[in-house]
DNA sequence: GTAGTATATATGCAATATTCAATTATATAT
DNA sequence: ATATATAATTGAATATTGCATATATACTAC
């Protein structure tokens, strides 16, 4: 059954590709994220920050923000659970800046690491399973011309790779890095999380 | 820049594709989720009891559950709030069944529906704004491929279709269905949105 | 070098969403 | 007729999050 074949008029075909497209994307994230919280018996926001302090020792509170679409202070928060769980250390203070924090993961941390980016990437490697090698390079061919209207420049660019394995990607290849070559400032585009009803 | 040009043994080739599908299917959620927020004012929980109660109107608290991967409790106060902003009506009783409850979009709800709606599509067009025919036919050709290893059998199902314009997917066409052609019993997969820390 | 402003982190407080356990009412099966 | 299962609800407890505010450090302008 091919797409062209989609031509009846209550069903318009860019529509349904569309639904068919949003639900994958929806089923992989729920996907990921399930395993990555059963892995590790947490939440996502704590994977997230898990994975994101591994990939990035020494990141600051402010980074983290804007990678895990959180407010400053319950970035704060997200910490004091994570320390008390043994899974990171807060270092107070770089040589340039005695305002900042450096945050790091513990043995533990690094063992929760472990488990959250091999969970991610048994979904992944299931989920292409039955890809050949002419379909994969065209999925990445397909996602480099999707990729650029779906990511927007500011804070998303950090916060869609929050799961990704950063030190397998390679960041002149990324897509999401290539949608934006010129490395542009930055630009803040608040993500709220919880919206009053 | 072909995807089997990246043969450097610290850049495994699926592991990148596999980075950049979950990045790609992460920020195509987001985005889709955001917009959605944006467009009503309200948190992605609601806006995908909307979407449902919409799409088939007079469901149960049952049906609502399995669709939005949350405690049959938790759905009770998730409709306690939509009634009380006037978006959505619960009528006791079937006549089959006097216990279950159906519930209804007001006329109020039938506008945030079709917002909802509005707003994921645009995504969805922009996303796929830059492919032409021969890449959409591949595109659902590939979806088709990776599905199937996406989906679990049972709530899966149907949570992975909580944004869908049902009324745009054709059942028989639809990837999610088509993984699982006969219909098979329904197996419960429970999906905790809290984790204790 | 001092004053003013901006930035980084932290804390108090409140609101919300969610779960768990227990309750009530109806349906189904033995 | 009784026991069991299912559907919805309610009460209590908890976790997460955001907003407003406070404090310490860095930067800038004069």
């Known amino acids: 059954m091919g797409y062209t074949d989609l031509k009846s008029p209550n069903v318009p075909r860019d529509l349904f590709l569309g639904?068919?497209?949003?639900?994958?994307s929806?089923?992989?994230?729920?996907?990921?994220?399930?395993?990555?919280?059963a892995a590790t018996g947490r939440n996502t926001t704590a994977c997230y920050a898990i994975v994101q302090i591994g990939?990035?020792?020494?990141?600051?509170?402010?980074?983290?923000?804007?990678?895990l679409g959180l407010?400053?202070?319950?970035?704060?928060?997200?910490?004091?659970?994570?320390?008390?769980?043994?899974?990171?250390?807060?270092?107070r203070g770089t040589e340039c800046?005695?305002?900042?924090?450096?945050?790091?993961?513990?043995?533990d941390g690094?063992?929760?690491?472990t488990k959250i980016l091999d969970a991610r990437r048994e979904v992944l490697d299931r989920?292409?399973?039955?890809?050949?090698?002419?379909?994969?390079?065209?999925?990445?061919?397909?996602?480099?011309?999707?990729?650029p209207e779906v990511v927007d420049c500011g804070d998303d660019q950090h916060i869609v790779?929050?799961?990704?394995?950063?030190?397998?990607?390679?960041?002149?290849?990324c897509p999401v890095n290539l949608a934006y070559p010129d490395n542009m400032d930055i630009v803040e585009v608040p993500f709220k999380r919880r919206e009053n009803f």
Chains 1, 2 share one sequence.
């Open 97 to 107: 800046d005695q305002r900042k924090v450096c945050i790091f993961l513990t043995d």
């Open 161 to 173: 790779c929050r799961l990704c394995d950063l030190e397998k990607c390679p960041q002149d290849r």
């Open 55 to 67: 990939s990035e020792p020494g990141s600051s509170i402010e980074v983290l923000r804007r990678m």
């Open 19 to 24: 639904n068919v497209l949003g639900a994958f």
């Open 71 to 91: 407010e400053h202070s319950s970035v704060v928060r997200l910490l004091d659970r994570l320390e008390r769980a043994n899974l990171v250390n807060r270092i």
């Open 26 to 37: 929806r089923a992989l994230c729920d996907k990921m994220d399930r395993a990555v919280c």
């Open 110 to 113: 690094e063992r929760e690491f």
């Open 127 to 147: 989920a292409m399973a039955r890809l050949n090698d002419a379909d994969k390079e065209f999925l990445l061919s397909l996602i480099h011309k999707l990729m």
